[in-house]
Each structure stands twice: as structure tokens, then as C-alpha cells.
């Protein structure tokens, strides 16, 4: 029987768990809200009770398991897993997680950031297979890269990670603040509550738009919703992507001469409006960029595992360990 393994993807506000096999294929599935509970104990308690769950429904098909993989949409240190810089999951900062996740789950259990994982996943089974540098960014709640390479693997030299890549400064004359504390920072200017709240904007400004008729109906918008107005030809939505795709681009620029990355390939669920974001990216990475690093950049593309990257890097560490993180 082919080798499989649980991956759960801990996110701010959903935590995914899937049963994963060798070749990178989910078996079965599971979304629950993330425990928000403000004792790290109690939250990690509700956590270990979810995972317990899934496993005991995997178990019962008759499917033996490897082990768990788990991501975070932050950071840790040391070998108790410390969590930090945990801006999504606050509780959490500070808080040594294996202890109790050993106890209930054996030491067949990993940990690894959400962006490592899902960088793991999609260079082994998605976009990034036979390519020799790739780089994925993911543009949803929050922003940041990671990039694998066919010598090295996970490039990781901070918190087994790129770094906190998202806080990368494009724009110095930002006045909002960003979640980590900073200003002009990638991700407060281009994640999905970076878009919400600048369509807000615009709507408060009275522009004509479809997202202003969206928002009186339902109340509220979704980063999603700005997508398919610009799709639909909306020129306020398409405008607001424009600009994220400005950012992007002016961030990638910059990535590019550091990793310079044969593929780019773009993450999250902001990443999915595909052509309307890379148009912008590819025309200011066009003007910024040094030439010699653009004419070894092979592609901007869309994630080929949309939001199952992180669980299935997370199971991978499990099912392929010392592949990817050497
Ligand atoms: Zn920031």
C-alpha cells in the first residue's frame, strides 16, 4: 500500500487536514474554524481534539498513517516549537506546541511554516516540477514567498523559512500600519483585507462600480467579489488590482535579483485573479528590473494546487523527510 500522511494546515481563521499519499494526492478532507481560544493551552487542547478526529476517521478506512505534518501561518523556534511573531493567532506568541502535540500524536510529527509548505508542494507537484529555481508567493490574508531549487531544496535560513518576506517595504510613504507594526510593508497594501478595505474606499468615495451594488446587497465584500467585477470589465476593481499588481511587481523586482527565480508562481486566494494581477507585475517588473535576471525568468503562473499546497507540504515532510529541508 502506498505510503500516506495527515497534513493539517493551521490558518488565521481555517484549519484544513488532508490524508496525503506519496504522489502528492488527497484522499480525503476536512475544513474546521481555527480554536481562537485566548489560553495558547486551551487552543492547542481544541486543536490536538480536531486532529484526533480526522485520524480516527482515516484509521478506521483501514488506512495506516506515517505520521502528521503541521503548518503555521507564522513562525517558531527551538525544539519545543516556540511560536512566534504569531500576528494572525496572537494567543500563540511564546507558546512551546510539541510538548502537547507529541503527547497525543507519537514523534512522527513535523511543523513547518505555511509558505515553506506550500513552496515544498508546489515545486514537487504542481507548477514548479523540472524547474530549476522557483519562487511562489501567496497573496491571501496574509503575503509571503518561498523559494526551492533543484540543488538546494527549501531555501531557509530564518525560522526555517525565506524570512518574513511579506514585510518587504514598497512603499516608504505609507501612513497605515501594518499587522506586524511597521508602514509601506507588501502585505498591507496588497493582501486580501489590504483589497476589501481599499474597494471600501472607493465605494465610500462614490464611485460607479458593481462592488458598490455587491456591498448594498449582502452587506459586505470579499477580496473575492473585486476579482470578478474586474473579470466582468468593472473598471474601480480593475483599477484596485492594477495597483496590487504595481506592488507585487515592485516586490518581486526585488526578490528576483536576490533568488533569481526561473519561475514565479502565484499563490492565495488574491493570486487567483491570474492574468489581471500578472499583467501589472510583468509591466513593472518590465521597467524596474536589470535585464539579465529578466531574461532567465521563464514564467509568472497560477498555483496548479490552489489552497492545498500547505497540507500537502506538510504531509510531505512526513512521507519525504530530508527531501526538501536538507
Ligand atoms: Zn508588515
Known amino acids: ?30 475544513v474546521h474554524p481555527t480554536p481562537r481560544q485566548a489560553r495558547p493551552e486551551a487552543l492547542v487542547a481544541e486543536l490536538v481534539t480536531t486532529v484526533k478526529a480526522f485520524r480516527h476517521e482515516v484509521e478506521a478506512s483501514g488506512r495506516p498513517i506515517e505520521g502528521i505534518g503541521f503548518t503555521v501561518p507564522h513562525f517558531f523556534d527551538g525544539p519545543d516549537w516556540a511560536q512566534c511573531q504569531t500576528n494572525n493567532m496572537p494567543s500563540l506568541e511564546g507558546h512551546p506546541v510539541r510538548p502537547a502535540l507529541a503527547d497525543a500524536f507519537g514523534d512522527k510529527i513535523a511543523m513547518i511554516n505555511d509558505l515553506s509548505a506550500a513552496g515544498i508542494a508546489e515545486y514537487a507537484y504542481g507548477r514548479g516540477q523540472g524547474t530549476e ?18 540543488d538546494q531544496g527549501l531555501i531557509h535560513y530564518s525560522w526555517d523559512s525565506t524570512g518574513d518576506t511579506g514585510m518587504i517595504i514598497v512603499d516608504p510613504s505609507a501612513e497605515s500600519l501594518c499587522t506586524c507594526g511597521g508602514r509601506g510593508c507588501l502585505e498591507s497594501l496588497v493582501s486580501a483585507p489590504a483589497l476589501r478595505r481599499r474597494a471600501l474606499e472607493e465605494i465610500e468615495r462614490g464611485k460607479d462600480t458593481q462592488l458598490a451594488r455587491i456591498k448594498a446587497e449582502r452587506g459586505d465584500l470579499e477580496a473575492r467579489d473585486i476579482s470578478e467585477a474586474a473579470l466582468a470589465g468593472d473598471a474601480v476593481a480593475r483599477d484596485i488590482l492594477d495597483r496590487a499588481g504595481f506592488f507585487l511587481g515592485v516586490a518581486l523586482t526585488s526578490y528576483l535579483h536576490i533568488f533569481r527565480p526561473n519561475l514565479i508562481v502565484l499563490a492565495g486566494g488574491v493570486g487567483q485573479a491570474g492574468a489581471l494581477l500578472i499583467e501589472p507585475i ?32 506538510a504531509a510531505s515532510l512526513i512521507l519525504q523527510p530530508g527531501r526538501f529541508i536538507r
Open 1 to 30: 500500500m502506498e505510503k500516506q500522511a495527515i497534513g493539517v494546515d493551521i490558518g488565521g481563521t481555517r484549519t484544513k487536514l488532508a490524508l496525503v499519499d506519496e504522489s502528492g494526492a488527497i484522499h480525503l478532507r476536512a
Open 133 to 150: 529555481r522557483m519562487l511562489l508567493i501567496a497573496i491571501g490574508t496574509g503575503v509571503a514567498i518561498s523559494v526551492v531549487t533543484r
Open 282 to 313: 510583468r509591466r513593472t517588473m518590465g521597467r524596474l528590473a536589470s535585464p539579465w535576471y529578466l531574461a532567465r525568468l521563464q514564467g509568472i503562473e497560477v498555483s496548479a494546487l490552489g489552497q492545498d499546497g500547505q497540507a500537502i507540504g
